[in-house]
């Protein structure tokens, strides 16, 4: 099989593993939302109200588990998740439709900005290794060890409400209509500006660090010494015979390592009052919201997945071993 | 989650390091440090609970004491409801460290049972177990333990324990499975196989004791991933909020506005606190990499010859390199410094 279609079947495993842990979770734990609406009116719901609720919220369990079963992938295939607890009648599909792009925007560009720079800083720590930026390292370790949002409170005390440099928090400017015009997208960069340096900030050393590693072991290997012999400039070295090869296992940690860096900005989001995914999280978890919450989650792991599937292909067009592996296949 | 991000890359391979005298000393400085922030914190979860100045959950009435500035009384001030803000922090680091430890302990067994069970049973097992660990690896974990815990009627400690432990293996699986597949068919493994050794006795006392140092590293690790997690948890609210972790102070003091309205005493020191021990443990962490692999220690552990640092692993200077590295001052003075033409060949010079 091919590469590709072979990271494809793993990713589709990985899916369905996903949505069947989501099916079976709520039917397996204690607690269920339907209970936890009817704690939240005690006294004033009757027992009876259940069947209602069940029914408002479209989790009735009719027929057998796996009818259930069927019928719940046939709706989560059509983007139909329900409908909210805390937010009712709205549909979850309809507010995750509202989060997803502004998340997206943010983490992601946040996020590959940050992976390209610590990689780059991660070439030249490693290549001057001991050198001062290489001692810089301990200092990025802690930065990166702060929790995601008590470094992001700090940046938004410091930068927003004691230096007036970034606004407050939310996702763009009061009274503006959001649109496709200039004034609500500059509007919406200047307020992505502070959460994104707080994504960017911390986990550049992560990547950093990794980078780091593999160069200095792949510095040591024969071919760069070989290279070096040669007589070849050193930019052509560092970048053509180490880094490129020192790329491949930094890919594939950046694949692996998404779904914690997504995490924390999710959490971050919530400082920051930004608009989206992780504020609807959180708002999802205070008001007990399980559809919504669970809705989330799948979201979450889809789009992580989906990115893992990205990194994999640009894998294969980076390093010719994956192709020559899919050949002789 | 906060920003636990796995950055260990390359497995510390450790066969047959005993512990001699003066180990410390040549122990990386990064590793040192690290020992050094954590031992602290131990050290303040151990003796702190019982040293507290005030009951953590004692709200004084007084209303000079509400979020009353760091003083002699109370050294690290007061939260909103006049509560020692140093008693919380000293019971949170206890708090939060054991649970850390607990689920390190834990995630760190089971990925140790899936990771050697992987490897050693082979064929389909392997593949399953490898395709388990991996899916899981690629599942975000937060939102899951988000649902999980969400949907638990107690969000004590033993829950938050329980379901950080069961999503926090497979990084340590995946790599001890490697590690056991490339020490399975040395020679010392058969010959104890040959000696009509038990596969149980094999896997305990000839491939698990050849681990330890990977399994420091993934227990490193996976103590690092629980603070993260818990704490980013409880943030939100998802713990048992009358308890005092570093986690609920950080939920109080978010709760209360504790940073908008300047009380930075309330709020900073529970998060340093989470900062510092990630620190000691990427440290630590980092420190055993380098014992492993000797490559990536930084200069500290070079020595210098004529004025030229050199690391452990490169390689042997020529001399005529080490000499011609003469600048500023030296170069200069050596222009002159020399009694004869014979003096100034390489070869007569001394090192």
């Known amino acids: ?329 | 989650m906060t920003a636990t991000m796995p950055v260990s890359t390359e497995a510390a391979v450790l066969v047959g390091q005993e512990a001699v005298p003066g180990r410390w000393r040549r122990m990386p400085t990064k590793a040192k440090v690290g020992a050094v922030l954590l031992g602290f914190f131990v050290l303040a979860a151990i003796i702190g609970p019982l040293v507290t100045p005030y009951d953590p959950s004692y709200q004084n009435p007084n209303p000079a004491l509400s979020m009353a500035a760091p003083s002699a009384a109370h050294l690290l001030g007061t939260t909103q409801s006049g509560q020692d803000v140093l008693s919380q922090l000293l019971v949170g680091i206890r708090l939060t460290l054991e649970l850390a430890v607990i689920v390190g302990v834990v995630a760190t067994a089971l990925s140790v049972i899936v990771g050697v069970a992987a490897a050693f049973l082979g064929g389909i097992w392997d593949e399953l177990l490898s395709l388990f660990s991996n899916v899981f690896l690629v599942i975000p974990s937060l939102p899951l333990l988000i649902i999980l815990l969400g949907y638990l009627p107690q969000k004590g400690q033993l829950a938050t324990i329980a379901v950080l432990a069961a999503l926090g293996w497979p990084w340590g699986a995946r790599v001890i499975r490697a590690q056991t597949l490339a020490i399975r068919n040395r020679d010392f493994i058969s010959a104890a196989r040959e000696t009509g050794e038990s596969t149980w006795r094999i896997l305990a006392f000839e491939i698990v004791p050849n681990e330890v140092s990977l399994i420091a590293a993934s227990f490193v690790n996976t103590v690092l991933y629980a603070i993260g997690a818990s704490v980013a948890l409880a943030f939100i609210g998802l713990a048992d909020l009358n308890s005092w972790s570093l986690g609920t102070m950080l939920y109080w003091a978010e709760g209360q506005d504790a940073l908008q309205l300047g009380a930075w005493w309330w709020f900073v020191p529970p998060g340093l606190a989470v900062a510092l021990m990630g620190t000691g443990l990427v440290l630590l962490n980092t420190g055993i990499d380098e014992l492993g692999n000797p490559r990536l220690r930084d200069a500290s552990s070079a020595s210098r010859i004529a004025g030229r640092w050199l690391r452990p692993t490169d390689p042997t200077p020529v001399l005529a390199e080490v000499s011609q590295r003469r600048t500023g001052l030296a170069g200069f003075v050596h222009s002159f410094s020399r009694s004869s033409l014979l003096d100034e060949t390489e070869a007569g010079d001394t090192l």
């Open chain 1, 1 to 329: 099989m091919p590469f590709i279609l072979r990271r494809l079947v793993f990713y589709v495993i990985a899916a369905w593993v996903a949505l069947t842990l989501n099916f079976f979770i709520p039917r397996a734990m204690p607690g269920n939302a339907v209970e936890a609406i009817m704690s939240k009116f005690p006294g004033t719901l009757q027992p009876s109200a259940y069947r209602a609720i069940e029914a408002m919220l479209g989790i009735g369990h009719a027929g057998s588990i796996w009818h259930q079963y069927w019928r719940y992938l046939v709706d989560v295939s059509h983007f139909d998740f329900g409908v909210s607890s805390s937010q009712y009648p709205a549909q979850v599909s309809t507010l995750l439709g509202e989060t997803i792009p502004w998340t997206l925007t943010l983490v992601g560009t946040a996020t590959v900005i940050a992976f390209v720079v610590g990689t780059a800083l991660g070439i030249l720590a490693g290549w001057r290794h001991g050198g001062a930026l290489d001692r810089t390292l301990p200092g990025l370790m802690f930065l990166q060890a702060i929790p995601y949002f008590f470094f992001a409170l700090i940046l938004l005390e410091l930068l927003a409400l004691k230096v007036h440099l970034f606004p407050v928090g939310e996702g763009y400017a009061g009274g503006l209509v959001p649109g496709w015009h200039w004034a609500f997208i500059g509007s919406a960069i200047y307020h992505s500006l502070l959460p994104a340096l707080t994504i960017v900030l911390t986990s550049i050393a992560g990547w950093m660090l990794q980078m780091r590693n593999v160069m200095i072991t792949t510095l040591g290997e024969d071919y760069v010494i070989a290279a070096q012999a040669k007589g070849l400039p050193s930019h052509r070295v560092i970048f053509t015979y180490a880094a490129r090869n020192a790329l491949l296992p930094q890919l594939q940690g950046f694949g692996l390592a998404l779904g914690f860096v997504v995490s924390g900005a999710l959490i971050m989001e919530i400082v920051f009052s930004y608009p989206g995914i992780g504020l609807l999280l959180l708002s999802a978890v205070s008001s007990d919201d399980f559809p919504l919450m669970q809705a989330i989650f799948l979201v979450i792991t889809f789009a992580v997945l989906l990115a893992n599937l990205i990194v994999d292909v640009v894998i294969v067009f980076a390093d010719p071993r994956a192709r020559v592996q899919e050949a002789t296949r």
